[in-house]
Nanobody, 123 residues
Framework: QLQLVESGGGLVQPGDSLKLSCTVS????????MAWFRQAPGKAREFVSA?????????SYADSVKGRFVMTRDYVKSEVYLPLSSLQVENAAVYSC???????????????WGQGTQVTVSS
């Protein structure tokens, strides 16, 4: 069974940066897509980015983060990263990584989730 554990969240000030990590264990990832979602208080879970663990398919990004957040991976460590830069109050949310055998920008389609990591942006 695939297991996902996020880390790297925290309390930062506007303009600061964080690097979120998602450590994967339990199975080989070669057939999986990996994604980041976020959920702000009182709002629905929102797609952030996704890519296939292997292959040449480009990363998909939500329009709200395109050009600001860049999703990356470390094949040796089996980790997925989401560096967050120039954070603003509206970026505060619980960020979660997800895995599944197909891509969707709808959260309900993803079957494997981590517990999430809280990002708080406050001056």
């Amino acid at each position: 069974q695939l297991q996902l554990v996020e880390s790297g969240g925290g309390l930062v000030q506007p303009g600061d940066s964080l690097k979120l990590s998602c450590t994967v264990s339990g199975r080989t990832l070669s057939s999986y897509y990996m994604a980041w979602f976020r959920q702000a208080p009182g709002k629905a879970r929102e797609f952030v980015s996704a890519f296939p663990w292997t292959g040449i398919t480009s990363t998909s990004y939500a329009d709200s983060v395109k050009g600001r957040f860049v999703m990356t991976r470390d094949y040796v460590k089996s980790e997925v990263y989401l560096p967050l830069s120039s954070l603003q109050v509206e970026n505060a949310a619980v960020y979660s990584c997800a895995a599944d055998l197909k891509f969707s920008n709808g959260s309900s389609a993803w079957r494997i989730w981590g517990q999430g990591t809280q990002v708080t942006v406050s001056s």
